[in-house]
């Protein structure tokens, strides 16, 4: 996951994957990690491909966050289980929008509220 001191510049993020987390916001959808892996060449049944995943998504919803926006990518989720993977609430707990005794899937479920609501 991302969690570099400096802040993040869009010319960091990774140009395919970002801009379809924003068609999929738009259009008041969700994806999931397996469908926007293959737009940076990822696998996600690799462990490596999955860290570098995180690190992808990671940056986007740190940038949307200093740009004052939602995490973006709460509109990624795992196929098994419809909410997102562990990073992504590493993430908000890091970026401090997220406590430790907060409900996880309460704050999924507002993020994605925030999120489609944002880019409608």
Not at 34 to 45: C, E, Q, R, T, Y
Not at 59 to 78: C, D, F, N, W
């Amino acid at each position: 996951m991302w969690r570099g001191k400096e802040p993040v510049k869009e010319d960091m993020l990774h140009r395919a994957i970002y801009e379809q987390l924003k068609r999929v916001a738009k259009r008041q959808q969700m994806t999931t990690y397996s469908d926007i892996a293959p737009l940076a060449g990822l696998d996600m049944d690799s462990p490596a491909d999955r860290e570098e995943m995180r690190k992808i998504l990671g940056k986007i919803s740190t940038y949307e966050h200093q740009s004052g926006r939602p995490m973006l990518t709460a509109v990624v989720v795992r196929k098994d289980n419809n909410i997102p993977g562990e990073g992504f609430f590493e993430l908000a707990r890091h970026l401090g929008l997220l406590s430790g005794g907060d409900d996880e899937l309460a704050f999924f479920c507002h993020e994605v509220s925030r999120v489609h609501a944002a880019w409608k």
